[in-house]
Every structure is written in C-alpha cells, then in structure tokens.
Nanobody, 125 residues
Framework: QVQLVDSGGGLVQAGGSLRLSCAASGRTFSSYAMGWFRQAPGKEREFVAHIDWSGGSIYYTDSVKGRFTISRDNARNTVYLQMNSLKPEDTAVYYC??????????????????WGQGTQVTVSS
C-alpha cells in the first residue's frame, strides 16, 4: 500500500509559477510510476502528466506541454510538478497518483492505485 501527501498549491496570477510536491511512503518508491491529475469544479478528473520509475518515460496532456514539467527524486520518495506560465484554465484541485508497476500505465484514473488528498491551484486572470 502506498500513502501519498501532495502539497504546494496556492493562488497565483496568470503567467505565474507553482511547484507541486508529492511525498510517498509504503512501497519502495522506485517500484512504481507516478502521475498528476487535476479536477476542476463540475468536471471529471483529467490526466496531466506521468513519469515511469526511472524518469526515462514522461508524457503530458497537450494543454500543458511546454509549460509543466514532471520529475521525481527516488532518494527523497517525492514527485514534483513544476507549473510555469499558468493560465486561469489550469485552476483545479491537483492530485498525485501512484501506479501499480514501474512502467507508466494508461493515462486514466482507473489505472492508478493510490491517490494523494489533493492540493488546490487557483490562477487568477
């Protein structure tokens, strides 16, 4: 079982930056892929980015490519999401998630096994 605690959200103006962190405990951190999802009010949870166990495979949803960067530090059991050039449409609760295996899964919430509690990101125009 994996426990996840995500943090780093806040209120920022459009064009600003935030860095989200997600600390993991339980299973060996390098034994599973990690992902970030987000959920805006009234919308379904959507995929943002994910990274395999080594950081060698990374994918982003099209709307964040070139602005967001996912990374992981296996020594610190932590995954990060650096978000630059934020837009009002990025406003959502952001969740980190742990996959079941080292390789990245299908980018769908049902393919992730454990979830953080979520951290609110609000981007003002």
């Amino acid at each position: 079982q994996v426990q996840l605690v995500d943090s780093g959200g806040g209120l920022v103006q459009a064009g600003g930056s935030l860095r989200l962190s997600c600390a993991a405990s339980g299973r060996t951190f390098s034994s599973y892929a990690m992902g970030w999802f987000r959920q805006a009010p009234g919308k379904e949870r959507e995929f943002v980015a994910h990274i395999d166990w080594s950081g060698g495979s990374i994918y982003y949803t099209d709307s964040v490519k070139g602005r967001f960067t996912i990374s992981r530090d296996n020594a610190r059991n932590t995954v990060y999401l650096q978000m630059n050039s934020l837009k009002p449409e990025d406003t959502a609760v952001y969740y980190c998630a742990a996959g079941r295996y080292r390789v990245i899964p299908t980018p769908s919430p049902s393919h992730y096994a454990s979830w953080g509690q979520g951290t609110q990101v609000t981007v003002s125009s």
